[in-house]
Structures are given as structure tokens and as C-alpha cells.
């Protein structure tokens, strides 16, 4: 089932705080970028982050969920109504995240 563009708008509404965060669809789901980095996505109107060792430990207990069929898991933001909870996830993830691979021509 795709994500809604109501939850992806409530999410991006969560994150405005923040400076420099970004999305880019993707077969009906939604990827989100902060600072120029993927942090995670929207899929199936979840929340999903990279498990970074930040990550990891700001969300103790988290569930990891499969993105999608042949991905790797991902943990699921369950407080992501929390605006400042949200903020302080993706600044505390930033630097544990790899700079995105630059594209060869």
C-alpha cells in the first residue's frame, strides 16, 4: 500500500524546524534526507530510520520493521507526533549517517 501525501505532509510539518530537510518519492513511498543525507522513509504511512548507533539508542525500543521485500530493517518512529522528540532523532542521527555516494558520469 503507498503512503499518503497527508502523512508525508504531517511529517515534513513535524521536521520544519529543521533547516535542509528533503524528500524524493520512490515507487509510491517516500524517502527523507536531512542536511543531504538519507535518514530513512515513509513506507506504508510508518515512519522508518536507518538503525545508526544514534538512532539505535535514542529510540530504545523501537520495532524494526522491512521497508520492503529485500531491504534491510529499519526502525519504526512511534512518537513522531512529538515535534521535539522528531528534531532531536534526526539532528542526534546526522553525523552517524555516510555521506550520500557521489554519482559517476
Do not use: C, W
Request: glycine residues 6%.
Amino acid at each position: 500500500m503507498p503512503s499518503s501525501k497527508e502523512y508525508l505532509h504531517f511529517i515534513l510539518e513535524q521536521l520544519s524546524p529543521l533547516k535542509d530537510v528533503t524528500y524524493k518519492p520512490m515507487m509510491g513511498e517516500f524517502l527523507i534526507y536531512y542536511r543531504g543525507k538519507l535518514v530513512g522513509g515513509i513506507y506504508d504511512d510508518r515512519l522508518l530510520v536507518k538503525p545508526v548507533k544514534s538512532a539505535i539508542a535514542y529510540l530504545p525500543q523501537a520495532e524494526y520493521f522491512l521497508p520492503y521485500e529485500g531491504a534491510k530493517e529499519m526502525l519504526n518512529v512511534d512518537n513522531a507526533d512529538d515535534k521535539v522528540y522528531l528534531t532531536g532523532l534526526f539532528e542526534a542521527m546526522y553525523d552517524d549517517l555516510p555521506m550520500p555516494k557521489t554519482k559517476k558520469h
